[in-house]
């Protein structure tokens, strides 16, 4: 024995593995943290009256092709919750439009809002390209079962 070893050896070496054993305890603590602090934007409701219809088409798309925009009784135009001028409102879709071409756009309006308001809203969004467009309604209750 020399004096320089001193008796004592080294019996631990570097791992050359990463622990695994608390990565699915990690991967679960993220999991709720992004579940915690995700916030996910809600339409608000408007206080507007569908116009009412014989027969409706439910439409088969996601909610990211699909933008919604209000028409007040007033003429105010709303899309994501931002009031828009009517005049503002081509600039406003065509680059959503360009982004994305499978979008389509959902007017609904007041039931009681003057036409001119959806006849300018219509000019806007065929000056923007977007041609895909469809009136949101509520079922007409006329079916109605005839006794014997």
């Given amino acids: ?20 054993s608390s990565m699915a305890d990690i991967a679960f603590l993220l999991l ?8 996910f934007q809600k339409d608000r409701n ?21 933008l919604n925009v ?32 499978e979008l389509v756009v959902s007017i609904r309006s007041d039931r009681s809002a003057p036409y001119h308001y959806i006849d300018q809203l219509q000019k806007e969004l065929q000056s923007a390209g977007a041609l895909k467009v469809m009136f949101t309604a509520t079922l007409e209750n006329t079916m109605t079962r005839q006794r014997r």
């Fill in 70 to 101: 209000w028409v007040e009784q007033t003429g105010a135009v709303f899309m994501n919750d931002v009031q828009y001028p009517m005049e503002e409102v081509g600039d406003v879709v065509f680059p959503i439009y360009v982004a994305n071409r």
């Fill in 32 to 39: 709720i943290f992004f579940m915690v602090s995700t916030v």
């Fill in 1 to 20: 024995m020399s004096a320089k070893s001193g008796g004592l050896q080294r019996k631990s070496k570097a791992a050359t593995e990463i622990p695994s």
């Fill in 46 to 66: 408007r206080d507007i009256e569908f116009a009412q219809a014989e027969a409706i088409e439910k439409i088969d798309k996601k909610q990211k092709d699909i």
